[in-house]
């Protein structure tokens, strides 16, 4: 396609897109707003006067989303993700939608599908990803910006910036589906119908069995139409994915939300027979497939409700053994343990990765350690950021990422800061998560002065119930856990605490994270016997330490990757945004130059930056440093030594 002249800088793109009623912002050439606050522009337009402003030298240009949305397909963790995604929406019947999009090519070999909606706005959410969490298909919607043609690298494939395409909402919902049949993280939770004991199976394991012909069938009776091989299109669309067969083998997966069956579950078939003929009662279901001829084996013994159970029946001693028997039967018991070639253990589901490196997986623990004052709340702060946030990538996590996909609980223990200190700590990861609530499945405690008896009894309770009412633990924090004991230099009580989170890790299927100190003046030796065995068992421990007020994050102790001294997590309190924020490579140069109490160049880039967002009385550079020479008594000639300092390295951005 032959570009319209008018539309070769980013200022003519900026105000055709005006006229269309979409704001649109200035970003360099790391894709960072020229702005030093940008998200007005999410309710109102930017003004001819400062759009002139902000494209006068070249600016690339992004488009702040709401009612225009973007589906990002990136292909650079899966070349094949182009090719599947447009397979599949071509077997969907999308080929209308397609053709009405504006599409551009990414720097990096990508696509994006751009478009205007006028229902529910989107967020930013991960559609595909693969298994270890990266993302190959996700939206750019409300509360977020995606760059656009002329921007370097970016180029109109199709259709142009004159006039943004508006789609239904069940059109968009199409492109939604079938970008989530192409998601290879873990299985979707699988649906498990309560039915009293003694109800005979054994029909359903035997339609089951017949699922290939019996399931297609049920599904073109119930309204369903099958689009390409393994898709299927809900009754009262045209178009789209609701559904496969097969993607996972002998499993209906549904996308959809507009059905009877619960979006991003696994059936199996007999369980879809039920809830489409048997309006989802089980007992019913069993019973009519039984009338049908399927089955006719006795019901099996019933399975364990929970692990904790499974684990108690694993390892109980039948009452009233002899020491004798009690031999004999431990060697049963522990039969199903033994190591078996051709029975591979399923993959660990990674929880918890640091600077790209995986740290924690289930049935794990974790270590996070640091002298008093090194960053540690700042950091577990950064571990519920982005397990709340709508798009993890959007944010700053100190180089965190927390995948959390099915709601899984994640519990936190603070048995060491007072009731206020824990509510900002919680209120300040919602904050740095962008989102607008806390999630249910997100439960922390403040358990400060309780006993460690008692701060173990509610841990145990947490989990159980947790696993009860969210299907699953995905994580603890206790911070700290030298609460849990009496004695951390007590080698039995600190060796028995260490067994028991090891198992209470294994049997919840979750991965536990210690939080503790080091002893106090050294660089290395954490707490006391606990410290010491905690370490020993750890899949990972984490490493802070602060200097100058600036914190890094490393491990050498670790099961997988280690994460070298100086190539994890830096970040420092930031003055303007009132929490820690991760730094540059040259921030973190900057910072080290700072002698005795001087204030770095960092230092001087938050104060300005500081006071241009809240004095708007001293609005020129001359004026604050001015300003701020008298309020932090340097010199001006200091401040403009450290200013010199920031344009050396392109950090001034004024």
């Not at 995986?358 to 702060?381: D, M, R």
């Not at 130059?593 to 001087?598: D, R």
């Amino acid at each position: 396609m032959i570009l319209n002249a008018d539309y070769t800088s980013s200022l003519a793109t900026a105000r055709a897109l005006r006229a269309q009623g979409v704001a649109c912002i200035p970003v360099d050439l790391e894709k960072r707003p020229c702005l030093l606050s940008w998200k007005e522009f999410r309710d109102q337009l930017p003004t001819e006067s400062d759009l002139s402003q902000f494209f006068a030298n070249g600016s690339g240009i992004a488009i702040v989303a709401g009612a225009i949305q973007c589906i990002d397909i990136d292909v650079k963790h899966d070349p094949s993700i182009w090719e599947r995604y447009i397979e599949g929406l071509e077997a969907a019947g999308c080929n209308p939608i397609i053709e009405r999009l504006v599409i551009q090519r990414t720097p990096s070999g990508g696509w994006h599908f751009v478009f205007r909606t006028k229902g529910e706005p989107i967020r930013n959410v991960k559609l595909a990803r693969k298994p270890d969490g990266a993302a190959m298909i996700e939206t750019r919607g409300d509360g977020g910006y995606f760059l656009i043609a002329p921007s370097k690298g970016y180029s109109l494939i199709q259709g142009d910036w004159d006039e943004i395409p508006t789609i239904s909402d069940a059109e968009r919902e199409s492109l939604l589906e079938v970008a989530r049949s192409l998601d290879e993280r873990q299985s979707p939770r699988e649906h498990r119908p309560s039915m009293g004991s003694g109800d005979d199976l054994s029909p359903g394991d035997a339609y089951d069995a017949q699922a290939d012909t019996e399931l297609p069938a049920l599904l073109r009776k119930h309204g369903w139409e099958q689009c390409g091989r393994i898709h299927w299109t809900r009754p009262g669309k045209t178009h789209g994915v609701s559904a496969s067969w097969n993607q996972i083998p002998g499993r209906f997966w549904v996308f959809t939300t507009s059905t009877q069956f619960e979006a991003e579950h696994s059936y199996r078939p007999w369980h879809v027979f039920a809830i489409l003929e048997c309006g989802g009662d089980y007992r019913r279901a069993a019973a009519e497939l039984k009338r049908l001829g399927f089955g006719s084996k006795p019901a099996e013994p019933p399975m364990a409700t929970s692990p904790r159970e499974s684990l108690q029946q694993a390892l109980a001693a039948p009452p009233g053994a002899t020491q004798g028997q009690a031999g004999t039967d431990i060697l049963k018991r522990i039969e199903a343990l033994r190591f078996r070639p051709l029975e591979k253990p399923p993959e660990p589901t990674i929880l918890c990765y640091v600077a790209g490196v995986q740290v924690l997986t289930n049935g794990n623990l974790g270590v996070i350690s640091g002298q008093a004052k090194s960053g540690k709340s700042a950091f577990l702060e950064a571990h519920f950021a982005s397990a709340m946030a709508p798009d993890p990538a959007a944010i700053d996590s100190l180089g965190v990422y927390v995948p959390n996909p099915y709601g899984k609980a994640i519990i936190h223990l603070d048995t060491e800061q007072s009731a206020y200190d824990h509510w900002q700590l919680i209120t300040r990861a919602q904050r740095r998560a962008e989102t607008e609530e806390v999630p249910p499945w997100f439960l922390s405690y403040c358990l400060t002065g309780m006993m460690p008896e008692e701060i173990m009894n509610a841990l145990e309770a947490l989990l159980q119930d947790a696993l009860e009412t969210f299907g699953g633990v995905h994580s603890v924090f206790i911070d700290g856990t030298a609460d849990l004991v009496h004695d951390p230099n007590d080698t039995r009580e600190s060796f028995a605490l260490v067994r028991h989170l090891m198992a209470l890790a294994n049997t919840y299927d979750c991965g536990i994270v210690n939080v503790i100190h080091l002893n106090p003046g050294s660089e290395s030796k954490t707490r006391g016997h606990l410290g010491s065995q905690l370490e020993r068992k750890a899949e990972s421990n984490l490493r802070l330490e602060a200097d100058k007020g600036v914190t890094q994050v490393w491990s050498e102790k670790q099961r997988r990757s280690p994460i070298k001294k100086g190539e994890g997590p830096v970040y420092r309190w930031s003055v303007t945004d009132k929490c820690h924020r991760s730094m540059s490579v040259d921030e973190i140069s900057l910072a080290k130059t700072t002698k005795g109490k001087a204030p770095s160049a960092v230092d001087i880039l938050e104060l300005i930056k500081h006071h241009k967002a809240t004095d708007m009385s001293t609005d020129t550079v001359t004026n604050i440093i001015s300003v701020i020479s008298t309020d932090i008594g340097v010199s001006k000639r200091t401040i403009y030594r450290k200013v010199d300092e920031l344009k050396s390295k392109g950090l001034w951005i004024y």
